[in-house]
């Protein structure tokens, strides 16, 4: 995450405790090491892979005298710089305005662009105290604009009907893009990084039975997905909902895939969408280093398939299930109505 930030991570510091501390997140004497680490090794930013409460973060900087931003934080400023769309860049910034409405003392004030340094891609930062009456009618007006492109989603999604809809959901960098690039041989947009993708792409997928579908390609989950980033990414998020079928794409290669499944489960059930049909995806099967993992995956996920997106290896595979899955839960009922 820090590094897709892009901070060059120079020392990682990891502690072991029975409980939490509430004043500092870890203990006074780690901290004070921390404060000599970091004035040996000339760092500009000490980041937390967990959330920190306002006070935990103004003791933290206060005794390691350097910024101290947290896992949220960290990741509102990855996608600060994915934000590309007009619905994106709502999107960050209410979430941004969300996060940072419990912490104006040591936060920003001009709250009109996303741009900035690692922890300082929100809307401005002039570290003086800002009324919060300011951040609330402007996170109201943002709810407001989206609520706006939401029910223009709902209106396209009506239009949508006489089409099947499946989506594709997975962790972050899981290959989702790529996929979506297989399946319907339209580029969209393709980067090895976490975040990739932003926003909800829609195309057509031709099947072999000749039925047309449409894909859609989502923002990528993460574990410990900060709340107020679901909540602000909603209209977005909703696509999912609206589906009539979840690609759930994984990284087979990764060496903590059950725990990026969880995840993606997680923020599934979060948004209502865990009872819906699903085709479990073990991707990137090509960079596979120990083949034993397949057969395992296999007894435990039973309909699942196994391909690697860049290779197009199983995506033929894939579209057959996709043909199976939809004429399992789906049947075409033709009424008639007399006088």
């Not at 005794?63 to 934080?73: A, M």
Request: glycine share 4%.
């Amino acid at each position: 995450l820090a590094e897709t930030a892009g901070a060059n991570v120079v020392h990682t510091v990891v502690q072991n405790r029975v409980s939490i501390d509430p004043v500092y997140y870890i203990g006074k004497g780690k901290a004070l090491e921390l404060s000599k680490i970091a004035k040996e090794m000339d760092v500009d930013v000490l980041i937390c892979d967990d959330d920190l409460t306002p006070a935990q973060v103004k003791n933290l900087e206060k005794t390691i005298d350097e910024k101290v931003i947290d896992r949220s934080e960290l990741i509102l400023d990855i996608f600060a710089t994915r934000a590309k769309t007009f619905q994106a860049k709502l999107q960050v910034e209410l979430a941004q305005l969300e996060y940072t409405k419990p912490r104006l003392t040591r936060m920003w004030t001009h709250l009109s662009r996303i741009e900035g340094g690692i922890g300082t891609r929100g809307p401005g930062e002039k570290q003086l105290e800002v009324d919060k009456r300011i951040v609330s009618k402007k996170i109201h007006a943002l709810r407001k604009k989206l609520r706006e492109i939401e029910k223009r989603q709902e209106r396209l999604v009506a239009s949508r009907e006489e089409f099947f809809m499946v989506s594709i959901v997975g962790y972050t960098n899981a290959g989702k893009s790529t996929l979506m690039n297989a399946l319907t041989e339209i580029d969209t947009f393709v980067e090895d990084k976490l975040f990739a993708t932003l926003d909800t792409k829609t195309s057509v997928c031709k099947l072999e039975n000749g039925e047309k579908i449409l894909l859609s390609d989502t923002v990528g989950f993460i574990k410990k997905l900060p709340h107020h980033l679901v909540s602000s990414f909603k209209a977005t998020l909703e696509e999912a909902r609206n589906t009539d079928l979840l690609l759930h794409v994984a990284d087979i290669s990764s060496i903590v895939i059950h725990n990026q499944i969880g995840a993606v489960n997680t923020v599934l059930k979060e948004l209502g969408c865990d009872k819906k049909p699903t085709i479990m995806v073990f991707n990137k099967i090509d960079a596979v280093q120990d083949d034993a993992i397949i057969p395992l995956l296999r007894s435990r996920y039973k309909d699942c398939v196994m391909i690697s997106a860049k290779t197009h290896q199983g995506i033929e595979d894939l579209k057959r299930k996709i043909v199976e899955m939809l004429e399992k839960n789906f049947v075409d009922v033709e009424l008639s109505c007399s006088a």
